[in-house]
């Protein structure tokens, strides 16, 4: 783990840089080296009496950046201006607010890091001509490791001052192209050219203006950080950090800083008693919300991550009415108080059917999207994937669109791929009525299984009769203690012993086999020996199945709620220091038991028993309308050519 040293970049420097900013977006020519223009050059002419400001000239001391090739009036601030009604909305004046003060902080860092490298001394000796010769080749190398990090600041600065003000809509401006590194001045002309090119082509009215200068920072970013994995002599930038105390802003080299921004929620929100039925899912979802509580954003990690039993993603898996909006609603509700007390951003998404499109790639970007504004380290985040069935299209399924392909590669990676990071501040949970579609490899990703299958018994029923008539009523309950069916610790205790052996008849006949073979499952060998049974009976049960019983153990491992005062008062748990709190729950932690093993590799099978009974069921009965339709075109053929 890099260990930096957060310095600050004083408010005087940035202000003392307004005049260089503003003078960027009023107006400087430049002729582009790398990318062709898009659109035509603005009339030179200007109506009598509107009055100009001065263009911006480089100040840089000991360079010559004029260049024999025809440049292009780049103004900003008219091209901005001119996409109202002739007032400047709110919206624009924020979006040019915010280009001049990413500009600032920009310049600011790039004195602030020429100081430090001793680049400042090597211009000043250039300007007066006594640079030595020997040195020039480090001075043309410092350059260029200024422009990279001036560049990746203006932009990072630019996308997290821009991050409150961005909607729904999204732009898509490409690559960019014009990356200078002759010097800092040169680059921001060069990068501020290519903008004005995007805005000119994308930006039709003031909304989508600010998701072009927002999608501009990103490729922007991405681009310089490349460039900047083989640049030499940028140990000053990427060995340090600096914070902008006005903006809450933190530049820690080529790492974006993303605003914290949770938005606001408008789903209804569940108590856990309103959630009736569905014990062992109720409890984990209220466990999984208070683990993700425990995510330290100093240290960017989760005590439970790295200890084990964290729940990266799960699947919820029942019939339709039985309770998996109710249970989303329900942990939703319960990280949005947490969070609320604690002072923390939340973030809860959810990726639907909608978000498939039918332009190539862009279900994939839209899926892309969806990750990583809820893994975002600066937040709590919760995703959900409802009806993961109809988003996420099985491989090799004739019926799956392309968009559909493009979502389940994206999740795959994201939920366990090689580039995978799990910090331990966010889960997803997908959802189904019918997971047998879901494709079996990324079903496999899913760390934990939740049966959502509603209320069972008749004190359920009965719970959930009262819950839903309401108030306004005069009947009486009756003989029945309400609610108490619901007590979750007694409930959850007898759901688990009831997976002490398994449910679903295929695992049921490899259960009694092995227990007649080897006798009681009390060693790892024994418990191995059932594992293997299982896969010789399903083929799909491989090592990644064991990864996740044995994450579900570690899971069983920490079976204690973090105390709910806890919760209530931050100074107890939330607001102490990374190791403190990973002392705290190791204190909980209970010893893994064969019980726990058995239980897990029941519950763990048996979904996936269940999944591949109704998958080969779906199957066969696709199959007899198939041999069904083929004998109806044969009888039909034949009576028509008996006709004829």
Known sequence: MTVRDTMELREEAVKAQYEAALGLLTGFDHAPRLAKATVAEPAAERSPGIGTRPRFRSTTPGLATRSTARPGGVRLLERIEGLGDGLVSPLQAS?????????????????????????????????????????????????????????????????????????????????????????????????????????????????RLVATLAAFAEALMEKVALRAQTAPRLGAFTGASWKVEADGLTIAGFKPARAAKGGALTMQFKKPHEVVGNHIAKYQSMKLAKMLMAYDFERRLNPFAELGGFIFTFMGDGKPGTGKTTLIQMMAGLLNDYCKVAGYPFRYQNFSIDQIDSYQGKSGQNAKAFIDNVIDPTVIGFGTIDDIDQVAGKRGDRQSSAGQQEVTAVFMGAFAGANTVVRGNCTFGMFSNYPENVDDALRQRAGARFLVDGPQTREDYIDILSLLLGKNHQIPVGDHDLFAAQEIRKAVADSFEGHSRPHEAGLVKVWDRVAADIGPLDTIARLGAYLKAIQEADERFTGRAIKNITDAVKVRAMDFELPDEWMENPDLFLFKPYDEKRAMIRGLMTPITVEMVVQEINRYADSEFRYADKSDEVAIEGMVRDFRRQEEAKRRYVEGKSNG
């Open 95 to 207: 979006a040019l607010g915010a280009l001049r003060r990413g500009l600032a902080i920009a310049l600011a860092m790039g004195e602030t890091l020429a100081a430090q490298s001793g680049l400042a001394e090597l211009k000043k000796a250039n300007l007066e001509g006594r640079l030595p010769e020997p040195r020039r080749a480090e001075f043309t190398e410092l350059l260029a490791a200024e422009a990279l990090a001036v560049l990746y600041t203006f932009a990072n600065a630019t996308a997290f001052l821009l991050a409150p003000h961005l909607g729904s809509t999204t732009v898509e401006v490409g690559d960019v192209e014009e990356i200078l590194t002759d010097n800092a001045p040169l680059a921001l002309q060069g990068a501020l050219w290519e903008l004005d090119q995007d805005i000119a082509t994308f930006a039709s009215d003031e909304t």
